[in-house]
DNA sequence: AAATTAGGTTACGCGAC
DNA sequence: GTCGCCAAACCTAATTT
């Protein structure tokens, strides 16, 4: 066996030096390695430690073949790039066989040809639905975990979400639907099931599709997937919302107090949740005396300040009711 | 900043066609 | 299935306090 032997200073260098023609070259008997000095270095090399003989070669090698001294360039001679479109579930890739019975030149096939070609259709229809499917559901479910990455959602919920999807794909609800709309209606049923609530507008804004879209294939699938979904507690936005508008333990805990007190009266039948809690939070910070403006309260839980007032004062005014 | 007011949009249930 | 209608909640925008 034939081994280059080289210092080891020179084995550290970049990998051009290996072409260096002034190299030395020489052969050394197998039997002077001692297995427990030999390594594999990250490059492929297998080296022994004490001398840094190469004993063998890295024979692939994985970088590209060319090289780029600006970023400009590497652009250019860099040959993998984004990814193709995922909207055109194909994007014309696959292979389709047409239907007449001739060959190339318009002649007919034999009887014995036919019946082959007959198969081949089979399966090739058979192949392209099925991975046409698998895609689809790859699409839907990085879309899914896109979205809930931007909202900060946990894993356990996302698990959820892709649950539910690969139910309405199997219910055959996905058929006329973007695969958008359904991914996002998903998502924001599981936050809602795992009460991790998210406002529908809030995962509006992460999506591609527009309120009202995400809004009725909601209600299709909760519906055809007979998930019976109770209203929101208001409760469960006040800890977010209160942490990003930066107020006191206090405030949190009094707002919770007032949602309690209030719903107890009946003023939150109808009455949209953050709405609610908007206008709880902005009660407690009141008397609490740490004041927040009405549209800072409005901003964070994404309603308006006309929302907060009309329910503010009932609340207030529930609460005195209480407390007398 | 908060309150008031006016006008428009949306979703929902219901019955009629 | 869908059309028309309804009442309630919510929104935007303008104006006043």
Excluded at 241 to 260: H, Y
Excluded at 277 to 306: H, P
Aim: with cysteine; aromatic share 4%; charged share 30%.
């Amino acid at each position: 066996m034939t081994v280059t032997n080289r210092s080891p200073h020179q084995r550290t260098r970049h990998k051009t030096a290996r072409s260096d023609p002034e190299e030395t070259v020489e052969t050394v008997d197998e039997d002077d390695v001692d297995p427990n000095e030999v390594v594999r270095t990250a490059d492929g090399e297998l080296i022994h430690e004490p001398t840094g003989l190469i004993l063998e070669d890295d024979q692939i090698d994985r970088g590209p073949e060319w090289r780029a001294f600006t970023q400009s360039e590497r652009d250019s001679k860099s040959r993998v790039g984004a990814p193709t479109t995922q909207t055109m579930h194909d994007k014309g890739l696959t292979t389709t066989i047409g239907w007449q019975n001739t060959d190339a030149g318009g002649r007919s096939l034999p009887s014995e040809k036919r019946n082959k070609m007959r198969r081949l259709r089979t399966w090739q229809e058979r192949i392209r639905t099925k991975d046409a499917g698998e895609r689809n559901l790859q699409f839907a479910l990085s879309e899914i975990d896109r979205m809930a990455s931007a909202l900060g959602i946990p894993r356990p919920t996302r698990e959820v979400a892709s649950v539910i999807y690969r139910q309405a794909l199997s219910e055959d609800l996905i058929r006329g639907r973007s695969i958008e709309g359904i991914s996002t209606a998903v998502l924001y049923v599981a936050c809602r099931q795992e009460d991790i609530p998210r406002s529908l507008k809030e995962v509006t804004n992460v999506s591609r599709v527009e309120h009202k879209e995400i809004a009725r294939t909601y209600r299709y699938i909760s519906q055809k997937l007979e998930l019976e979904m109770q209203p929101v507690d208001p409760k469960q936005y006040v800890p977010r919302f209160c942490s990003e508008l930066d107020v006191s333990e206090a405030v949190q805990i009094k707002a919770k107090e007032i949602i309690d007190v209030s719903a107890e009266q009946g003023l939150l039948s109808g009455k949209s949740p953050t709405g609610f809690a908007a206008a709880a939070i902005y009660s407690a910070s009141l008397l609490c005396d740490e004041k927040q403006t009405q549209s800072a309260v409005g901003d964070v839980a994404q309603v308006t300040t006309v929302t907060i007032r009309n329910r503010y004062q009932e609340q207030i005014e529930a609460m005195e009711l209480h407390e007398s």
